[in-house]
Nanobody, 120 residues
Framework: QVQLVESGGGLVQPGGSLRLSCVAS????????MGWYRQAPGKQRELVAS???????NYADSVKGRFTVSRDGAKYTVYLQMNSLRPEDTAVYYC??????????????WGQGTQVTVSS
């Protein structure tokens, strides 16, 4: 069992910033990619940003240049720094991990989600 606990969401004005954090805990052998997805009302969940174990990052085109994903491997934590926020960034943000279990099986885990609302 792995638990992902997100924090840092909230209400912010357009142009503002927020920093999301996600801590992974539990029993796992190795975490490969950690990332953030988001889902707005009436829309499909989409990848926002991800970072591999080696530090390679990937971003959705809509957030490039505004969001930065990082991770602290020692703390099994992934961060999402969001700057220049826009109303269209409003969504529930979910943490995601791609990990190897102690049984040798690959797993994908999800956090419970944190609401980000960008509004004046």
């Amino acid at each position: 069992q792995v638990q992902l606990v997100e924090s840092g969401g909230g209400l912010v004005q357009p142009g503002g910033s927020l920093r999301l954090s996600c801590v992974a805990s539990g029993s796992f052998f190795k975490i490969y990619t950690m990332g953030w997805y988001r889902q707005a009302p009436g829309k499909q969940r989409e990848l926002v940003a991800s970072i591999t174990r080696g530090g390679t990052t990937n971003y959705a085109d809509s957030v490039k240049g505004r969001f930065t994903v990082s991770r602290d491997g020692a703390k099994y934590t992934v961060y999402l720094q969001m700057n220049s926020l826009r109303p269209e960034d409003t969504a529930v943000y979910y943490c995601n991990t791609d990990r190897l279990g102690a049984d040798g099986t690959r797993y994908a885990d999800w956090g419970q989600g944190t609401q980000v609302t960008v509004s004046s």
